[in-house]
């Protein structure tokens, strides 16, 4: 029996198709149990292929309108004019994706990193980023916005996906100093954690760059470590010592 797929929606969105797909209702099993969509990972590609036609489903599209890029933590933007230049986007190194046309679904794969989904109802322009902290910091958000406005977005929302929480994320002091010497204003991003060491609030700090850009933006508040039976996680994988990971998939379409 397939089991229903759990999909997280934001009113701030409403008037546009969208969904942060949680890890229920997929074909995979063992280490990637549940709705495991990365080509990337270790497992059958063949429940990864069924897991990807499931959410394609459920945006109302067949499968082959199901966009994606190579993410690779950049600050690089697709734009997406046709539903031919799907195939092209899946082969090209990037982190966000933007569209004015109707059915084509952009997605995100995630598994700590921000997953953040964009709309200008009124104006008919979508966008999808993956924003871990290095493309944070580079600016895959302004870029992802600004390719909308490209398209003619005026009033852009945003909503911020299952992440990585602060009271998850323990960095290095390493990390911190080289994190604020690039964005000094980062600073109050970073907050002492019970071992001593600074915990980074991945979300908070995308929701301030969201806002600098000009979006109305919110976080979910789901934290993909905390929450094992919802979310995958490289960090909580990592911990466990385990060989792989799966990865969630966030998507959007006019």
């Known amino acids: 029996m397939k089991l229903s797929l759990e999909i997280l929606t934001s009113p701030l969105l409403d ?3 969208h969904g942060f797909f949680t890890r229920k209702g997929g074909a995979s099993t063992g280490l990637y149990e549940g709705l495991n969509c990365g080509r990337g990972s270790s497992d059958q590609q063949g ?3 069924v897991n990807r036609r499931r959410v394609a ?6 499968p082959e309108r199901l966009a994606g890029v190579w993410q690779v933590h950049s600050a690089d ?3 997406i004019t046709a539903a031919d230049e799907i195939a092209r986007a899946l082969q090209t190194k990037a982190d966000a994706l933007v569209t004015d046309q109707p059915g084509i679904v952009l997605s995100v ?5 921000q997953p953040v989904l964009l709309a200008d109802p009124d104006a008919g322009v979508i966008g999808a980023a993956h ?3 290095k493309g944070a910091q580079s600016g895959i958000l302004e870029a992802t ?12 929302r945003a909503v911020i996906g299952p992440t990585i929480s602060q009271r998850a994320y323990e960095v290095g002091w390493d990390f911190m100093d080289s994190f604020t010497a690039h964005d000094p204003e980062a600073e109050r991003f970073f907050a002492q954690g019970a071992g001593g060491k600074p915990m980074f609030d991945l979300p908070g700090y995308g929701l301030a760059r969201l806002r600098a850009a000009g979006a109305e933006a919110e976080y979910c508040g789901h934290c993909t470590y905390s929450d094992p039976a919802r979310f995958f996680s490289y960090r909580r994988a990592t911990h466990e010592s385990a060989p792989d990971y799966g990865r969630l998939i966030s998507a959007i379409v006019l």
């Open 15 to 17: 008037g546009v198709r």
């Open 47 to 49: 429940a990864v292929e």
């Open 57 to 62: 489903g459920a945006m109302g599209a067949e």
């Open 77 to 79: 933007v697709v734009t």
């Open 109 to 113: 794969l995630t598994a700590d990193c």
């Open 131 to 133: 924003a871990g902290w």
């Open 145 to 156: 916005t600004a390719a909308m406005e490209a398209l003619g977005a005026r009033r852009i």
